[in-house]
């Protein structure tokens, strides 16, 4: 082979695949696909916690279009996944909705196909369907419509369907792409015969928390568009007529800033309290395997203390990793700061042997000097920048101890949230979760601040000088009792 050519056997896979209209529509071979990603080449308007599914070395190329604003051109993403996948890569084109609906999927698919690269289509949930259905709107219903069609605001007028046949339809139609045409369609369509009176509805920015339903008619419809935020779908028929979702009462709404793994926790928990929840998967856990002590010194250790779940997965993966015997850790006893972290223990049939009543570090702290024997040796395995009170408590009472920093939770900057959005709450789960996320942002007039424990409020005291509230315990469920603790006492 030369000047760089490779055999398509060793060309990689692209994969089309289609993220739903909401985090919680992504099937499940789309998830699958995107944690085996080596690269991920993605869109606007995606949750950012999908993108959090893929793995922290997996790289992420943003090609997102916007009304007339192109970060790529087509012909450009086209490039980037020949490129990619003749790198021998495994690359997931991720798109919103469906890849096929309005998504230009099939350009990329002959695109990629006609080098001679696998490609393959993993159809989504499409908001032509998902977005009405979820506003209260059913784009079929018996006796009112038994068809819909979805046509997009701003196609080439070769292949677009004339007003004449749209307006002669019965059944629902569905416009993608069309607020800043809304004057011009519901001209074309009311000129084609269509009755001015028919129902309409705008629905723009479904899925958030800034999401908006404006119903008329199809005399009103420019109106009602003209202050809508983008993006927008347009109801036609008589179905957008329909109210099938009842009023929610006024829920607070909070933001979830911390790890991948820690935002699915916290935001599952507070939805299933009925209370809604954005996450920010904006940081990332960077481990120091190397400062793990080697076999013969682990078993000199008495105690071994853990602060979070983190520390546990790290410390056990690494001895995995170096084959170590379990047996090694047979004189040690273990502190957890909470049953979350033991929890962890518990799947390699290792049990807590220290658990403070109050989930906080102090409490640790108190709890292990109280357990430790004279000449016993502890040693802490947990992230950067933990709370200082653990070792201060432990040099006053003069116990032996070492401590290893095994990890560090460090800010990506690709996971920004979403400007312009209004929040009660934004959760921290760390002092550095608080740097990063005050690197390019601020903390909203009217939101109040919820930290996971003394360290992490301590650092946005001293670079806001606001404490916000506290949890009483270090765990998603302490956070979740400080919120609706607090929003009970607001009402």
Known sequence: MQNGECCAQEWGTVYLVGAGSDAGMLTREGLRLLRQADCIVYDDLLDASVLAEAGASCERISVGKRYKSHKKEQEEIHEILIEKARQGK???????????????????????????????IIPGVSSCIAAPAHM???????????????????????????YETLAGLKGTLVYLMGLHKAGEIAEGLIGAGKDPQTPVSVLSRVFTQDE?????????????????QAPAILVIGPT??????????????????????????????????DLPADECPCMGIVEDRLVIPAAEELAEYDWAVFTSANGVRIFLDELRSRKTDIRILSR????????GTAALLE?????????????????????LVNAVRPGQKVLILRALYSNPILTKMLEREKIQYKECHIYNVQYMEQYRPVQGRHYAYIVFASAGGVRGFL?????????????????????????????GITADECSAQGILQSITTHHGGRK
């Open 240 to 273: 957008a007529g329909l109210h099938l979702r009842k009023e929610m009462q006024e829920r607070p709404y909070t933001l979830v800033v911390g790890t991948a793994s820690f935002t699915r926790k916290m935001a599952a928990l507070l939805q299933d309290h």
């Open 136 to 162: 209260g709107i059913p784009v079929t219903h018996r006796g009112l419509a038994s068809s819909f069609t979805v046509v997009t605001g701003h196609g080439a007028m070769e292949t677009a369907e004339s």
């Open 332 to 339: 040690m006893k273990f502190a957890c700061i909470g049953p």
């Open 90 to 120: 495994l690359v997931v084109r991720l798109k919103g909705g469906d890849p096929t609906v309005f998504g230009r999927g099939g350009e990329e698919y002959l695109a990629v196909t006609g080098e001679g690269i696998r490609c393959e």
């Open 347 to 367: 799947e390699q049939l290792l049990y807590a042997d220290l658990i403070p009543e109050i989930y906080t570090a102090e409490a640790l702290a108190e709890a």
């Open 439 to 467: 690197t390019g942002n601020e903390i909203p007039e009217g939101t109040v601040p919820v930290c996971i424990g003394e360290s992490t409020a301590a650092e946005l005291e001293r670079l806001t000088g606001c404490r």
């Open 212 to 228: 908006e339903r404006r119903d008329g008619t199809l005399a009103d419809l420019s109106e009602l568009a003209r202050d809508a």
